[in-house]
Every structure is written in structure tokens, then in C-alpha cells.
């Protein structure tokens, strides 16, 4: 019990509240709606906020680009997977089942150990702030955070030392409010044979896309931001993605 | 959604390093109806994350996630298009990844080239699971999903060239790989950066290299060949032989050979706007391989050979040229083949290796002469503007004195009579040391090597020096009296109106008279420099030796005054009276008055001016001013010393002054002008390493 009192979210945004009005209160009632909704999910299944049934998983599939998983969540455990609580990102490497928390906290991002960790080379035994473009070592497991845009906490978390995520992805999307796909060095995830950006960001119904041309979902042409429902492929001009809810495996 | 609006901007329409080529091709695709033909970047890893693949119609995929053409698998997402159709990634039922590559056009001919190649087995190659047909009587080829990037994209990540390590361990699993396709008696046929990938992972490079596309080759190229279709990235690693129809293994080395180079430089050899332009320099051109060093340089020269006899033929040969490379059998099970062809090497292009005809040795030295004054007119630390002026004032004078016009008409008719003796008598066994010369070109340092130990460079220069031929001797002897003319003209006509202006004397044979002088005392300062250089070693003989050389020269100063009846002009504004010096003022004695002719002009007597000249050879150093290893070629020091020299002499034997001064200073001039120099680039190649070669290299 004490487990779980040490990873209650809320103590890290204490200091946040829904101060004022419009985009600020609003960006502040969508990310606690998605977090709500995970946290009823997982109290649904077991009862137990903490030790999780099946966890559902978002995968981005992009043409021509990657696959991602995709996480909404501001609190994210890093471990093997298996187990009664698999972490939120498992990785099948030598790894204790919760070999580290990273949280995103005000816009960067925060790594507690639970076992041996390293960022950029210096061991840590405490909650430390990741710098951007950090290379991450949990045991033989060599990871990088990139944030790749200025204006966005949305970090992208790639293993560089070739072991495989589950469900295997080439990345983890740590999504904030929006991430950007599109050709630029700034999009988090990169398609260079695109022409023009696409938004994927927190809506009130969940996650929405908007992009500077149409955009056509599951064969419908349709004008302005869209709601990105699983398993229906969004198509721009140029580019195409899909998101898929996989139960753990 | 605080973010959206800022983020959401429009984009350019074209990423900027997508070349010309691309845009071609793109048009290309355009036009052509059957499109999906026209995008070559293929395989089953991310093709399309390169620039050079970008096409904006590629990335449109028949299938999206979740579809099920085939049974058993769950197609994720695309992944690029190969020759024939889309590659996507998809997942069996049971969770296996793979690459389905979709064969839309239903020929027999690449399906029995995938069947031939189905079991084959190689690390550094994609591995083929199945060939499938769907419920609409498509063709899929079921392989091994490689998640990692191309080597297109390691490529291009590297726009100068990749780091020599990682192309070596790139290399050598592509090499690995298609000695073993070779030896299974398959060519592959469209190697190229976008077909190589790598597999994530902490081994090796080498070890996580694969190639993919092998086995529908053969439809690729020939379709290539003749349609407007043809993938401009492809053709950039298509062998000249290609145009005949040739299709042996000797084109993979060749595309081999340009992958090793676009490693190296970031670049392809033969770069073009069309299609055309780049296979026409396939054919005729020749690779820059200046950016490579050697052994690559050699590997890649052996690989890009036109003629494919000539090439390096197996890659086997390719690798052992590697460094580093212990035993070139591991790379495969199977011995090389007994029927290779003796290669030769080729270091460098063909036609850069004619030796150049002998030049003549004064024209050569005027060149040189003037390649060095020009780099010493731009290292000037001058402003550009006082430049300028310094260049239309000696313009001006030259052209006002007439100097201009004498020069050719002196020196054109003495240099075709000196060429017409050169190339009877002498040019005949002057061998060009073409040989020589070569090797201490590529000796030449890079500014990056490490420095060894230093020689003592002015011990080797002398040597060197010493070692010349009696001709070479000669020929720079008489090149520098030569030069030594030329300046003492240029500076008799400058010296000569500025000294007559206000006086008696006539400013032309003032002029032509300064300028003789100053050749007479230049040449015998030069000559006696060269024979104290070989006989003399101490200072007293070589004065002795320069006080004849000063008694003779002040005998012709006097000599062509008098023939030419030439008054010397004189100032009186120099401290020093007419007549009046040391000699007469402390001793009362007056030896050899000088006379008067004219306004501010007068004779000298021959016993003045010859112990004036005299006096002033014998004390002043001059051996320094035709010194091999002096420091600067013309010092400024040594000028301004030697007038200084010649004023002091004037107050002991008398001369009208500033004349004398502007003689003297202007035989230093004309001296250290003619005489030959060490440069600084040699002497750091000397004291960098006993390195003959050069202007003088030694003879057996």
C-alpha cells in the first residue's frame, strides 16, 4: 500500500490548478478527462487503482513511417512486461517488473529509479529532471528523450540499444496536448515525404487531428478537425495514420 | 489545443534537399498512368523516410490497418513501394512481424526469380518466408521485417560522408551478402542504398546489415532501361555495361563501388539534372576521386572501371583490399572462383597521367617568379584602395619613363635568341623528372598529419644546393643575371628622372647609365655569390673577393659616364658639401676633386668613384643578398642598410649623393630580386623529412 501511495499522480500537480478561462482551463479539464478515463478503466477491471487487468494500449501506425505507442498519461512506469501490474512501458530486456517512473511535470520530464538507471551516463538514485535529447539507461537498455518542439511537452522515447517494446513499436509518443506529424526536424514524428503538418491533440471526445489540407476518414472527405477513432484510417493529402487500442498481450 | 494554432502553419511544398533528379522523376511519375512503376525506393524497412524517395503520391496504400488480404496476417501500416507494388508491415495471428511485399502485375517472370531465391540463407540478407496468392490472385512475398533505417537514410544523415568506420562495417555485410548471392549464382542487379537496410541492435554493423530486393531484379532493370518510368535513384548505380544489355556480376561490384564512394563523400560519383545526363556520365565520365584516400580510392577506382574486364570483378577482391581485413574467406562458405582475371590498378583517371613536354628552364623560372610575386602582392597587408594606388603609380611611372615599351624590345629579341640555343643544344637530354615529381606530390603533407621528427632543413637545403648538376647550376646563374637586367632597367628608369629632375644631368642617359650600373654591380655581386658560395667559406676572402668586384664596378660607372658624357647629379641638401669629406677635412687631403659640369651635376673622377665602389663592396655583406636561405627574398633591411652603408661611405670617399646611395640600394634590389630563393613551403618539407624533389632533386 505504501507502493501505491508513493505513485498517487495528484502530488505532482498539486501546484496546478484550473485557474482562469479558456484555452488554459480548457487544456486542464481535457487532460484530467483522459486521465480520469484511464483511472476508471483500471477500476473497473480489478478494483484496484494501482494493480491493473488487461491495460489497454494506443498504436500509431503511420505509412511509410513507424509505428508508435501512444501514451496520454502524465505518470508512466518502465519495466518487463508480465506479471499481475505490467508497467505502461514494457520492454523485454533484463529489467526489474517496475524499473522506473517517468513523469511529465509542467512541461519536462522527471525519471524516478527503482532500479539501476543512468542519464547520460551519471547513475541516479533519485527523482531527476531529464534534459532534452537525454540518453536514458535502465540497466542494458539505452534510451533516448527527444522533445523535439519547443512549444510542446510531447516527447518521443525510442530505444536505441535494439531491444523490442511490447506491443513492439519503433517509439513511444509521450503525448501532452498535441503532437505534430509532418516533414519538419520540429514534428515528432517525422515523415519527410509529406508536405504539410497534421495535429493530433486532446479534444473533448478524446483525440482529435486537424491538418492544414482535407482530410479524409475511413473514405469520407471531411473538413476541419476530426475525431481520431480507432482503427479508421486518417488520410491526408500525403500522409496517412491509424490508431489502433490493443489489449495487452 | 493551446498549441494547435501556432503549430498548424503551412508548410513548403517540397523538402528542400529533394535534388532536381527528384523533381524529374516526380514529374515523371506524374504523367505516366502507371504511376505506382515509377518509385523505386523499395524493401521491407523505411524507405520512405529518405529525402531522396520522397514522392508524394508513394505513400498512398491499397490496404490499411487491420486489413486481412491475406489470411493469417493483419496488415499494420505501410512501409514503402517497391518495384512492383506496396511493401507493408503486418503481423502473422500469432504475433510474428513481417514484410508483405505485394507483386501487383502477375508476370512469371519475377515469381520464379523469388522462387529461386527462397531459401536462401545469409545474415546479411532479408530473409524470404513464403510466396503467397491472395483471394484476387495477387502475389505476396512474405519476408523478414527489417525495423531499422536504410542506408539511404544513414546516408543522408552524413551529407559530407559517413565516418571511414561505418562505411567499412556497412560495406562489409553488403559485401558479405552479395559474395554470397555470387556464389549462389544470383546477381543481384539494383543494389543501392535504399535497398540495404539495418537491422536495430547492439552487434555490429556488419552483423546487422541486410539486403533486400534480390531475386525480382532482373524485371526491375530491364523495365528501367526502357521506359520514361525509370527511377532516377537507380540510376545512379547502373554499370555502363547496362546499355549493351550486359547483366553479369560485374554490375554489382560497380553499384558496390558507387555505394563505398557515396559513403565516403555523401555523394554520388556521377550526379546529373536527367536521367540521360547521368547515364551519359556513366559511360564517358570520369569519378572525382580526389575526396578518397587510398586503399579506397583504389577499391573504388577498381570498381567503377568502365570496361567490366577491367573492373574488380568479385567482391572478394574488393574486400581483401580493405584494411584491416585478416582472412577475405570468412565472408563466405564458398572458395572464390578460379576464372578472375588479373586486375591492374588504377590509381587515378587515365588522362590526368600524360607527362608534361619540358619547359624552358627561364620561362619556367619567369613563371614561377611571377606566381610568387603575385602571392606576394596579395599577402601585402595593404588596404585594397592604397593597393591601387600603388598599382596605377607604378603603372603610370613605368609607362611614363617608357620602361614599358624598352622591355620587350630588349628582352624579346635576347629570349628568342637564348630559346633558339636552348632547344638546339640543350633541350634535347633535358629528361622531365616526371617520375620524380609524382611521388613528391602524393608525399606531400596533409595539414592534419601528425608531425614527425624536425631535420635540420637548412643543412639539407645546402646539400641540395651543393648536389646540383653543373647545367642546373648554370641555367639559374644565367637566369638570375638575366632577372638581375630586367630590375636594374625597371629601376634605372624609375631612379633615373626622379635624380635628374632640377640638374644639369639629362634624365634619359641618366636613366640607361643608373640601369647599367646597377646590372654591372648586381652581376659580379651574383657571380661572386656564386663562387663564394662553392670555394669561399670565411668573410675575409669574400670581401677581398668584393672589393675587386666594387674596384671594377666603379671603373664602368666611370668608364660609361665618360663615354656616354654623362654628368651626375648631386644634392647638397645631404649634409655633405661638394667635395667635402672626411679625408679632406682631417687629413687636408684632396685627392681626386671632382668637377663640376653643369647646375647641380658633375664628373667624378675614375679614382673616386673606384674607391667609392670599392669601400662600400668590401664592407657591406652582399654575399647575404644572393643567399639561398635568407629570410625573406627581398628584405627591406638589407636595402635600407646598404643606402645607409653608401651615405656613410660618401663622407669618407666623396661621391655625389643621392646617387650613390640609390646604385647601391638598387644592386641590393636587382640582387635579391634575381637571385634564387628557398620558399617556406620547402623549407617545411625539409625539415619535416629528407624528401628530395622540387626545384633541385638529386641526380645518381
Given at each position: ?92 530486456a ?41 540518453e536514458?539507461c535502465?540497466?542494458s537498455v539505452r534510451?533516448r ?14 530505444i536505441e540499444s535494439g531491444r523490442r ?85 | ?44 524497412a ?75 540463407k545469409h545474415p546479411n540478407l532479408v530473409a ?16 523478414e521485417?527489417v525495423a531499422g533505417e536504410s542506408l539511404?537514410d544513414a546516408i543522408?544523415r552524413h551529407?559530407?560522408g559517413m565516418p571511414v568506420e561505418e562505411a567499412l562495417q556497412w560495406f562489409r555485410g553488403v559485401a558479405a551478402g552479395v559474395a554470397y ?12 542504398p535504399?535497398?540495404i537496410y539495418l537491422e536495430r541492435g547492439d552487434a555490429p554493423i556488419s552483423q546487422r546489415v541486410r539486403i533486400g ?43 558496390l563501388?558507387?555505394i563505398l564512394?557515396?559513403m565516403l ?31 579506397y ?18 567482391v572478394e577482391?574488393m574486400v581483401a583490399?580493405l584494411p584491416g581485413e585478416s582472412s577475405p574467406a570468412a565472408l563466405t562458405p ?367
Amino acid at each position: 500500500m505504501s507502493r501505491a501511495l508513493q505513485d498517487r499522480p495528484t502530488r505532482w500537480h498539486r501546484g496546478l490548478s484550473p485557474a482562469g478561462e479558456g484555452v488554459g482551463s480548457l487544456s486542464w479539464s481535457l487532460r484530467r478527462t483522459t486521465i480520469g478515463r484511464r483511472q476508471a478503466e483500471e477500476d473497473t477491471v480489478s478494483g484496484n487503482a494501482d494493480s491493473g487487468g488487461p491495460v489497454r494500449h494506443r498504436l500509431l501506425w503511420v505509412d511509410g513511417v513507424g509505428g508508435f505507442l501512444l501514451m496520454l498519461a502524465d505518470e508512466l512506469t518502465i519495466g518487463q512486461p508480465g506479471g499481475d501490474a505490467p508497467p505502461d512501458i514494457a520492454i523485454l530486456a533484463d529489467l526489474s517488473r517496475r524499473h522506473a517512473r517517468l513523469s511529465r511535470r509542467e512541461g519536462s520530464y522527471v525519471l524516478t529509479p527503482y532500479g539501476p538507471c543512468e542519464i547520460d551516463g551519471r547513475p541516479i538514485d533519485g527523482p531527476t529532471l531529464v534534459p532534452d535529447d537525454a540518453e536514458i539507461c535502465l540497466g542494458s537498455v539505452r534510451l533516448r528523450l527527444r522533445r523535439p518542439h519547443a512549444l510542446s511537452a510531447t516527447a518521443l522515447l525510442s530505444i536505441e540499444s535494439g531491444r523490442r517494446t511490447a506491443p513492439a513499436a519503433d517509439a513511444v509518443l509521450l503525448m501532452a496536448e498535441c503532437a505534430v506529424i509532418g516533414p519538419g526536424k520540429h514534428s515528432h514524428i517525422c515523415c519527410p515525404h509529406a508536405t504539410d503538418e497534421a495535429i493530433l491533440f486532446r479534444g473533448a471526445e478524446g483525440l482529435r487531428c486537424r491538418a492544414g489540407g482535407p482530410l479524409t476518414v475511413a473514405g469520407r472527405s471531411v473538413e476541419g478537425p476530426v475525431v481520431v477513432v480507432p482503427g479508421e484510417r486518417i488520410e491526408g493529402q500525403d500522409f496517412a495514420f491509424c490508431v489502433e487500442e490493443v489489449a495487452e498481450v | 489545443m493551446m498549441f494547435a494554432a501556432p503549430l498548424c502553419r503551412k508548410r513548403r511544398s517540397m523538402p528542400s534537399n529533394a535534388s532536381p533528379a527528384d523533381r524529374a522523376a516526380d514529374r515523371a511519375a506524374a504523367d505516366v498512368a502507371s504511376a505506382e512503376d515509377a518509385a523505386g525506393q523499395a524493401g521491407p524497412a523505411d524507405a520512405g523516410r529518405s529525402p531522396r524517395g520522397s514522392r508524394a503520391k508513394a505513400m498512398r496504400f491499397q490496404y490499411a490497418t487491420g486489413d486481412r488480404p491475406l489470411e493469417g496476417y493483419t496488415i499494420k501500416r505501410g512501409v514503402g513501394r517497391g518495384g512492383f507494388g506496396e511493401v507493408y508491415f503486418a503481423t502473422s495471428d500469432a504475433g510474428k512481424e513481417v514484410a508483405l511485399k505485394l507483386i501487383r502485375r502477375n508476370l512469371d517472370v519475377e515469381v520464379r526469380g523469388v522462387r529461386q531465391c527462397l531459401n536462401l540463407k545469409h545474415p546479411n540478407l532479408v530473409a524470404l518466408y513464403d510466396l503467397r496468392t491472395d483471394s484476387a490472385d495477387d502475389q505476396w512475398v512474405v519476408m523478414e521485417y527489417v525495423a531499422g533505417e536504410s542506408l539511404e537514410d544513414a546516408i543522408a544523415r552524413h551529407p559530407d560522408g559517413m565516418p571511414v568506420e561505418e562505411a567499412l562495417q556497412w560495406f562489409r555485410g553488403v559485401a558479405a551478402g552479395v559474395a554470397y548471392l555470387h556464389a549462389s549464382g544470383i546477381v543481384h542487379r539494383d543494389l543501392k542504398p535504399g535497398n540495404i537496410y539495418l537491422e536495430r541492435g547492439d552487434a555490429p554493423i556488419s552483423q546487422r546489415v541486410r539486403i533486400g530486393d534480390y531475386g525480382l531484379s532482373k524485371f526491375i532493370s530491364t523495365s528501367r532501361r526502357s521506359g520514361q518510368t525509370e527511377s532516377v535513384g537507380t540510376v545512379h548505380y547502373m554499370a555502363p555495361e547496362i546499355a549493351g544489355g550486359r547483366y553479369g556480376r560485374e554490375i554489382d561490384s560497380y553499384a558496390l563501388g558507387v555505394i563505398l564512394y557515396e559513403m565516403l563523400t555523401g555523394h554520388v560519383p556521377f550526379e546529373g539534372e536527367s536521367v540521360g545526363e547521368v547515364l551519359m556520365k556513366h559511360l564517358t565520365a570520369e569519378p572525382n576521386l580526389s575526396r578518397i584516400a587510398d586503399p579506397y580510392r583504389t577499391i573504388v577506382a577498381g570498381a567503377l572501371a568502365k570496361d567490366p574486364e577491367n573492373r574488380l570483378s568479385s567482391v572478394e577482391e574488393m574486400v581483401a583490399l580493405l584494411p584491416g581485413e585478416s582472412s577475405p574467406a570468412a565472408l563466405t562458405p564458398v572458395p572464390p572462383p578460379v576464372e578472375q582475371e588479373v586486375w591492374s590498378p588504377v590509381s587515378r583517371p587515365p588522362h590526368t597521367d600524360h607527362p608534361k613536354p619540358p619547359r624552358e628552364p627561364l620561362w619556367q623560372y619567369a613563371v614561377e617568379l611571377s606566381d610568387e610575386a603575385r602571392r606576394w602582392w596579395k599577402d601585402l597587408p595593404l588596404p585594397p584602395l592604397g593597393k591601387g594606388l600603388i598599382f596605377f603609380a607604378t603603372l603610370a611611372m613605368l609607362i611614363a619613363s617608357g620602361v614599358l615599351f624598352v622591355i620587350p624590345v630588349t628582352i624579346v629579341p635576347m629570349y628568342l635568341g637564348w630559346y633558339l640555343f636552348w632547344s638546339i643544344f640543350l633541350k634535347g637530354d633535358t629528361t622531365p623528372p616526371a617520375a620524380e615529381a609524382a611521388p613528391a606530390q602524393l608525399q606531400r603533407p596533409k595539414p592534419n598529419r601528425r608531425r614527425g621528427p624536425l631535420y635540420d632543413w637548412r643543412e639539407l637545403a645546402r646539400k641540395e644546393r651543393r648536389l646540383r648538376s653543373r647545367r642546373d647550376k648554370a641555367t639559374s646563374l644565367t637566369g638570375s643575371l638575366l632577372v638581375a637586367a630586367l630590375a636594374a632597367i625597371v629601376l634605372g628608369a624609375i631612379a633615373g628622372p626622379l635624380l635628374a629632375g632640377g640638374t644639369a644631368a639629362d634624365a634619359m642617359s641618366l636613366a640607361v647609365w643608373t640601369a647599367a650600373v646597377i646590372a654591372l654591380g648586381s652581376w659580379g655581386v651574383i657571380l661572386s655569390g656564386a663562387v663564394s658560395e662553392a670555394l669561399l667559406e670565411d668573410h675575409l676572402p669574400r670581401r677581398g673577393l668584393n672589393l675587386v668586384v666594387g674596384l671594377a664596378a666603379g671603373c664602368a660607372a666611370f668608364g660609361l659616364a665618360e663615354t656616354m658624357g654623362l654628368a651626375l647629379p648631386y644634392s647638397d641638401d645631404l649634409g655633405v658639401e661638394w667635395n667635402e669629406v672626411l679625408l679632406e677635412e682631417a687629413f687636408g687631403l684632396d685627392l681626386y676633386p671632382a668637377w663640376e659640369r653643369g647646375a647641380g651635376a658633375g664628373a667624378v673622377p675614375l679614382v673616386a668613384s673606384m674607391a667609392y665602389f670599392g669601400l662600400t663592396f668590401a664592407v657591406i655583406r652582399w654575399w647575404r643578398s644572393t643567399d639561398y636561405l635568407r629570410r625573406t627574398r627581398n628584405g627591406f633591411f638589407a636595402v635600407a642598410a646598404t643606402a645607409l652603408a653608401a651615405f656613410l661611405a660618401g663622407l669618407v670617399t666623396w661621391y655625389p649623393q643621392p646617387l650613390g646611395m640609390v646604385l647601391l640600394a638598387g644592386i641590393v634590389c636587382a640582387t635579391q630580386t634575381a637571385s634564387p630563393w628557398c620558399p617556406p613551403s620547402r623549407r617545411i618539407q625539409l625539415a619535416r623529412g629528407p624528401v628530395h624533389g622540387g626545384l633541385y632533386h638529386e641526380r645518381a
